[in-house]
């Protein structure tokens, strides 16, 4: 094992004069910062959030992602001390959250069908749970994420590490087997993270082998496919691969300089580029065609929101102002251009130049601006120096 690095010796004063020259030498970069719309527009929407309908800790209209993005982000951000008192507390919401987080979980166990079926929410309930625990420190939903993650990852071991399969399931349908395949490395690997224990090592090594899978059935030589046999340039595969490319980085523990990870997940946003618009965010057209648009002018809220989560931990791990920059252009764009001040929601999609209306296919998803919610807190984390 090589030596710890050692701290250097110089006395405290001569340690700070050199960082002081070094700075003054080298040009020492400002702590980038969220401009004030978008602070000003994440209050408004905490404060909205607060008013989304939850029902036996279920949010209506979540379409699955709620169970993470909502139970996580009220058990992590600070409380708004401007909301008004009547309404749900942070900490009630994300117990109410975790609570029905759980129930999904043992239905899923008990039910294989509802399982599949469902996969989705599953594990975006198990992922909720995680930082929940890692949050609270109330670990009693730990046998039931455990329980998940063994059929989970049950299911992929047996299917190769790669899961394609056309069962029509929704999330395989939607997003597919690339994304779907990436979700369970990154499940995986935030368990590693927030909670670790004996097994973290083993997951880290079933996240790695997922990626290898991945790479092989995949990987064009640029960037990921949606799966095998669909060559469309598409975020959410894209944007899911690199978010497990740096968690990987993470916790492989390679320099920054010499991981294959992290130079991956930055080839993989350089592919992706001619999806950026010139009006703000990137195009999504994985679902165009579904939702009647006449060009290309299509872009989701989700896809937006799994862009500048990857984009945030591209800026944690690289310490590169380009990323952080890119994540506020992509979240500009939701609050210029999705967000519907009469309903205080931000919306589906943006559409042929203009917002979703309610006769499209899609309109709202609270999970979706929960989502918004969670990806801006963990960029001011990455702004502060705390590890998202």
């Not at 527009?41 to 989304?52: G, I, K």
């Not at 008004?84 to 959250?97: C, D, T």
């Not at 749970?129 to 455990?146: C, F, H, K, N, W």
């Not at 703000?280 to 065609?289: L, R, V």
């Amino acid at each position: 094992m090589p030596a710890p690095s050692r701290i250097p010796t110089l006395p405290l004063s001569g340690w700070l004069l050199s960082l002081f020259f070094t700075c003054l030498g080298l040009g020492c970069a400002p702590t980038p910062e969220l401009p004030v719309e978008l602070r000003e527009f994440y209050a408004t929407m905490q404060d909205n959030a607060l008013r989304f309908p939850q029902r036996d800790g279920a949010w209506d209209q979540h379409y699955g992602d709620a169970p993470y993005y909502g139970t996580a982000f009220f058990a992590r951000a600070p409380q708004r001390k401007e909301a008004p008192p009547e309404l749900p507390r942070y900490a009630s919401l994300a117990s109410a959250g975790a609570a029905h987080n759980r129930r999904i979980l043992q239905h899923a166990q008990a039910d294989r069908a509802y399982f599949l079926d469902n996969l989705e929410e599953v594990m975006m309930s198990a992922l909720g749970l995680i930082e929940y625990m890692a949050q609270t420190g109330d670990r009693s939903a730990l046998p039931d994420v455990d329980a998940a993650l063994e059929i989970i990852n049950g299911f992929t071991v047996a299917l190769g590490y790669y899961i394609d399969l056309d069962a029509g399931m929704f999330a395989i349908k939607t997003y597919g087997p690339t994304a779907i395949s990436a979700g369970v490395a990154l499940l995986n690997l935030q368990y590693a993270k927030y909670l670790g224990g004996e097994t973290a090592a083993d997951r880290r090594e079933l996240a790695r082998t997922i990626v290898e899978a991945v790479d092989q059935k995949a990987w064009d030589g640029a960037r990921y496919r949606i799966s095998p046999r669909d060559n469309l340039l598409e975020l959410y595969p894209n944007t899911m691969m690199m978010a497990v490319l740096c968690r990987l980085h993470e916790q492989l523990a390679a320099p920054a300089s010499d991981s294959p990870y992290l130079r991956r997940a930055e080839q993989v946003f350089s592919a992706i580029q001619p999806l950026r618009s010139p009006r703000g965010g990137y195009k999504s057209p994985y679902s165009a065609e579904a939702m009647g648009a006449k060009t290309d002018d299509y872009s989701t809220l989700s896809s937006q929101n799994y862009l500048t989560l990857a984009l945030t931990l591209l800026y944690q791990n690289t310490h590169r102002q380009s990323y952080f920059d890119e994540a506020l252009f992509v979240l500009e764009f939701v609050r210029s251009h999705l967000y519907d001040p009469a309903s205080g929601h931000i919306l589906h999609h943006f559409i042929d130049g203009r917002i979703a209306l309610p006769s499209d296919p899609e309109y709202f998803c609270t999970g979706c601006n929960l989502q918004f919610l969670y990806a801006v807190f963990l960029l001011q984390q990455a702004t502060a120096g705390e590890a998202p």
